[in-house]
Nanobody, 128 residues
Framework: QVRLEESGGGLMQAGDSLNLACVQY????????MGWFRQAPGQERELVAV????????LYADSVKGRFTISKDLTKNTVYLQMNSLRSEDTGIYYC?????????????????????WGQGTQVVVFS
């Protein structure tokens, strides 16, 4: 059974930095493509960043490109989201997701419906 656990959310001021972490328990972390999604109040869940299982390929939403960085630490079964220059529009619940299966080291998936496992979410609030 795979379980994802996010941490690192908080109340931040615009311009601050924050690093989210997601630990995977169970399953084979090293072969799962993963992603970060977020959901603001009253809005649908949206892609933030995704990464291939080997970390070779990444993709970012236009709104976070140049500010956020997704990375994987295979030794810790952890995927990170480093968020810099936070804006009020970054406020939301951030979810970590993993897709089971075996793929090429450069494959990633951009739709929430492509992911099989989800964490419980960690809340990020950014005030101006």
């Amino acid at each position: 059974q795979v379980r994802l656990e996010e941490s690192g959310g908080g109340l931040m001021q615009a311009g601050d930095s924050l690093n989210l972490a997601c630990v995977q328990y169970g399953g084979t972390f090293s072969i799962f493509p993963m992603g970060w999604f977020r959901q603001a109040p009253g809005q649908e869940r949206e892609l933030v960043a995704v990464i291939s299982y080997g970390g070779d390929s990444t993709l970012y939403a236009d709104s976070v490109k140049g500010r956020f960085t997704i990375s994987k630490d295979l030794t810790k079964n952890t995927v990170y989201l480093q968020m810099n220059s936070l804006r009020s529009e970054d406020t939301g619940i951030y979810y970590c997701a993993a897709r089971r299966g075996a793929y090429s080291s450069t494959a990633y998936f951009t739709s929430a419906r492509h992911y099989d496992y989800w964490g419980q979410g960690t809340q990020v609030v950014v005030f101006s």
